[in-house]
């Protein structure tokens, strides 16, 4: 085992162009703006140009991330895309970005597990570093959630966005990076949260294309109170493990999937507001980019300082959960 200690030595952020608002929505399906905002916290949210695939958006993130970290694509060792949404089947979306960065020395694998996937590829990415396999790896989260969202149903269409956020881990000084991971999954929930068209059990045929089974299924309700749960739980864990205290947190930074499962996290850490990064109202749910997109959205906002103690915490589809601790 290598004792070093890894951290965060670059992030970078995309968002497609295109905005989808609420009042837009509006004539969409039957919602209404006032609804949207008071029950989610959503405002408006970012929909990928025609020609924009995951792998894209990725791209863009990941270039920011690499000037950011001051190193270039061919120095990265392994490369891990989270994401629910890849290219296609196969190859991996990683592979696709290895060949669109020119990281031609880098492994590269996608890492599936929904909305927690960022907080999972990091603590996998830190597991090699601290294994001495590998020095500088580039973790992706990055969502077109737009091409399986089913824009006639209102109960999940509101809800989702595209984007993608990166971060380039590399060796940091002693005392500093990753403290702690908490990772679960509950296979037991799976139904809750889905995408059964396409996949081996369901091949797409006509019927399943009618069906609208190649769409975000969910339970909305019951995601809800999971998530309340969880997101309090895993947090917790991770302190404990880091051996850190609610009242030493600087920055919360939660995975945006609605603003009351947002507060629920910051009542049950006793945090004051200006402590959680929040961008739900601008990009919806972005899946496993929601976390990275926050993060790099904070260090470009200059509210991450050197020495800051950061807590990452997400929930998701599997059903699945991730936290960490860490010092910036
Ligand atoms: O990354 C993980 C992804 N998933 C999540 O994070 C989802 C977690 N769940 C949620 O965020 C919330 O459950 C929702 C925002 C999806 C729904 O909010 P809710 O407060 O749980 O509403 P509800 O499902 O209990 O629905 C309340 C009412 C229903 O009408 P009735 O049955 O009371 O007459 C719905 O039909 O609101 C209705 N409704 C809507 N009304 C206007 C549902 N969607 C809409 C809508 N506009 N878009």
Redesign the pocket.
């Known amino acids: 085992m290598n004792d070093i200690s890894v951290g965060i030595i670059g992030t970078g952020k995309y968002a497609p162009e295109r905005r989808l608002t609420n009042q837009q929505l509006e004539s969409m ?4 703006d006032e ?2 905002v008071s ?2 916290g959503i405002r408006e949210r970012r929909i990928a140009a025609p020609e924009q695939a995951t792998s894209d958006l990725a791209y863009e993130a990941s270039v920011r991330a690499l000037e950011a970290a001051g190193i270039t694509a061919d120095q990265l060792d392994l490369i891990i895309v989270a994401t629910i949404t890849p290219d296609m089947l196969f190859p991996s979306t990683a592979c696709i970005l290895q060949e669109k960065l020119g990281a031609k020395k880098a492994a590269a694998f996608d890492l599936s597990a ?2 927690s996937g960022f907080i999972y590829s990091l603590a996998s990415a830190t597991a090699f570093m601290k294994m001495g396999m590998y020095r500088r790896v580039l973790v992706v989260g990055a969502e077109t959630l737009s091409r399986i969202t089913d824009y006639t149903d ?2 999940t269409c ?2 989702f966005g595209d984007g993608a956020g990166a971060v380039v881990l590399g060796e940091v000084a002693e005392g500093r990076g990753f403290k702690s991971f908490e990772l679960g999954a509950d296979g037991a929930g799976g139904e809750l ?1 889905r995408l059964c068209g396409g996949g081996s059990r369901m091949p797409a045929t006509e019927q399943s294309i009618a069906d609208r089974r190649h769409f975000i299924e ?1 339970n ?2 019951d ?2 109170k999971f ?1 309340v749960r969880v997101m309090g739980s895993a947090a917790d864990e991770a302190l404990a493990k880091a051996g850190i205290s609610k009242e030493d947190i600087d920055l919360l930074i939660p ?1 945006q ?2 603003i009351r ?1 947002i507060q629920s996290a910051i009542e049950r850490l006793n945090l004051p507001q200006e402590k959680c990064m929040i961008n739900v109202d601008r990009y919806g ?1 972005m ?1 496993a980019a929601s976390i990275p997109m926050a993060l790099a959205e904070a260090v470009e906002e200059g509210r991450v300082k050197e020495g800051d103690t950061l807590v990452l915490v997400g ?3 599997g059903l699945t959960w991730g936290a960490s601790v860490l010092t910036w």
């Open positions: 399906v039957e919602t209404n609804w949207i029950r989610t929904a909305c209102r109960n509101i809800l949260l969910m909305g309700r995601v809800f998530a995975h999937a609605n499962i749910n899946s929930f998701g589809g």
